[in-house]
């Protein structure tokens, strides 16, 4: 079975700063990761996707098969970058009807 | 172009009491999902739909019925509330995209408090 571990429940910097959001896996597959936000008083919705190599608002994240990570990043923080960001996993061979598995969820708080 | 709905927003309930929670999309997407999302453990998936007409357990389904009842509403219904099924409940529907990869879409939860 798969799993996703965000070892930092909280994480805080101060605005201009950079930001690294943790994210580990455990799957034997190869595996669709992705990242979802939810600011404040919001829906949760997708940032971003590995699969893609996108940079959407200012964050990217590669996946490191070796150490089996995919780690969130940016260089300069926002106050506006303040949200409960998650993990998500997504077992290989699944299209329609697929199940995501998530991690515990890393509450970013960016300070001015 | 509502998205996904939910209701009720809050709901208390005593212990044994049944309800169930509605979910609706307008996205004409085919997979629908349930989850619940508890401090410290994320979002864990209780049931969740490929289709219409078919619908399959998650990772915590124990307590839990489902009903997909047409393409747009995947309800989720409580028989008998427990204080363990306190939780933020969040559906959410899937397309693909590109072809091969799903995103999905969540609704704005809805919070229930079992005493």
């Known amino acids: 079975a798969q799993r996703v571990t965000q070892p930092e429940k909280l994480l805080s910097v101060f605005k201009g700063a950079p930001v690294e959001l943790k994210c580990n896996y455990s799957y034997s597959g190869s595996p669709e990761l992705f990242w979802y936000v939810q600011y404040s008083r919001q829906r949760l919705q997708l940032l971003l996707r590995?699969?893609s190599r996108e940079s959407i608002k200012g964050f990217t994240a590669d996946l490191n098969k070796g150490e089996t990570s995919f780690h969130l990043k940016k260089p300069f923080a926002q106050e506006e970058d303040s949200a409960m960001y998650y993990c998500?996993?997504?077992?290989?061979?699944?299209?329609?009807?697929?199940?995501?598995?998530f991690g515990e969820g890393t509450q970013l708080t960016v300070n001015p | 172009n509502a998205g996904v709905t939910q209701t009720p927003k809050f709901q208390v309930l005593k212990t044994g009491q049944s309800m169930t929670l509605q979910c609706a999309q307008d996205m004409n997407h085919n997979s629908m999902y349930w989850y619940r999302q508890d401090p410290g453990m994320g979002l864990r998936l209780i049931y969740y739909?490929?289709?219409?007409?078919?619908?399959d357990k998650g990772e915590v389904p124990n307590g839990y019925n489902v009903s997909r009842l047409n393409k747009r509403e995947f309800s989720l219904r409580l028989e008998s509330a427990a204080p363990s099924q306190t939780s933020v409940y969040f559906c959410?529907?899937?397309?693909?995209?590109?072809?091969?990869?799903?995103?999905?879409?969540f609704g704005p939860g809805t919070r229930l408090l079992v005493l």
């Open positions: 739909s490929a289709s219409e007409g078919t619908t």
């Open positions: 590995h699969i």
């Open positions: 959410a529907s899937g397309r693909l995209a590109g072809g091969f990869q799903e995103t999905q879409y």
């Open positions: 998500a996993l997504k077992a290989s061979g699944e299209t329609s009807g697929s199940r995501l598995t």
